[in-house]
C-alpha cells in the first residue's frame, strides 16, 4: 500500500478559537495550496490568532489544522519548528553584538547545504552590506529582511508572514515579493494591509471573518 498524498499540504477544518469566555472565533474549512495565500480579515477577527494556532503557541477549541494530513500538534514540536513551520513577525527578535555572519554559520553547521544557498538569498534581499555588522545596529527593515533570510535557508515549507513588506522603501519590498513569487513550492501565507501585496492576480486568498 503507497504512501498517501496531499496535494494541498495545508488543510484546517472544523477550526475554532476562543480565548477564555471571549466570543468563539470561527475559520471556514480552507485547503491552502503551494503558492502565496493572503489571510484578510477586518482588525481584530483572528487573523494573528490564526497565525499563533499554526505556530502552535494557542490550541483550537476544536477542529484541527493539518499538515500533508497529520495534526500539527501531533508532530515533534522540536521537528515541526526546525523541519516544517518558519515565521517571521513584524517585530524581528534579532538584537545584539552578533553578525549576519555568525548566524549563517550556526545555520551552515545544523542544515546542509545552507552554504549553497546563501548567495542567492544575501544577494535577493540586499543583505551584502551586513554580513559583518553588529545586529543590533540595524534598522527594523533590515532585521525583518535578515530574520526572513534564515527562515528561508532553514527550508522550512510552510512560512507565516506577518507584513512582510513593513518598514521596507519600495525597492525592497519589490524584492521581497518578487522572492516570495518565486518560492512556490511552499505554502506562504501572509497578512499584510499592502497594497502591492493585496492586488496581484492568482494568488490565494482566505477571509477570515
Not at 477549541?61 to 513551520?85: C, E, H, M, P, S
Not at 534598522?139 to 521596507?168: F, V
Request: charge should be neutral.
Amino acid at each position: 500500500m503507497g504512501t498517501p498524498r496531499y496535494p494541498t499540504m495545508l488543510q484546517i477544518k472544523n477550526l475554532s478559537f476562543s480565548y477564555q469566555k471571549k466570543e468563539v472565533i470561527y475559520y471556514n474549512d480552507f485547503d491552502f495550496l503551494p503558492g502565496i495565500t493572503i489571510i484578510s480579515g477586518v482588525s481584530g477577527c483572528g487573523k494573528s490568532t490564526f497565525f499563533d494556532l499554526i505556530g502552535r503557541t494557542l490550541f483550537p477549541k476544536t477542529g484541527a489544522i493539518l499538515w500533508q494530513g497529520v495534526n500539527v500538534n501531533f508532530f515533534d514540536k522540536d521537528f515541526y519548528y526546525r523541519y516544517i513551520f518558519g515565521t517571521v513577525t513584524q517585530n524581528a527578535g534579532l538584537s545584539g553584538y552578533f553578525k549576519l555572519n555568525n548566524y549563517l554559520a550556526i545555520l551552515d553547521y545544523i542544515y546542509p547545504d545552507t552554504e549553497k544557498k546563501i548567495p542567492y538569498f544575501i544577494e535577493k534581499l540586499q543583505l551584502k552590506h551586513l554580513l559583518d555588522e553588529p545586529i543590533e545596529n540595524c534598522s527594523g527593515g533590515e532585521k525583518y529582511r535578515i530574520n526572513l533570510l534564515i527562515i528561508l535557508l532553514k527550508g522550512a515549507p510552510l512560512l507565516c508572514l506577518d507584513e512582510p513588506t513593513a518598514h521596507l522603501d519600495e525597492k525592497n519590498k519589490k524584492n521581497v515579493i518578487e522572492l516570495l513569487k518565486e518560492l512556490n513550492d511552499k505554502v506562504i501565507l501572509i497578512i499584510t494591509h499592502d497594497p502591492l501585496l493585496l492586488t496581484p492576480d492568482g494568488w490565494n486568498s482566505f477571509v477570515v471573518r
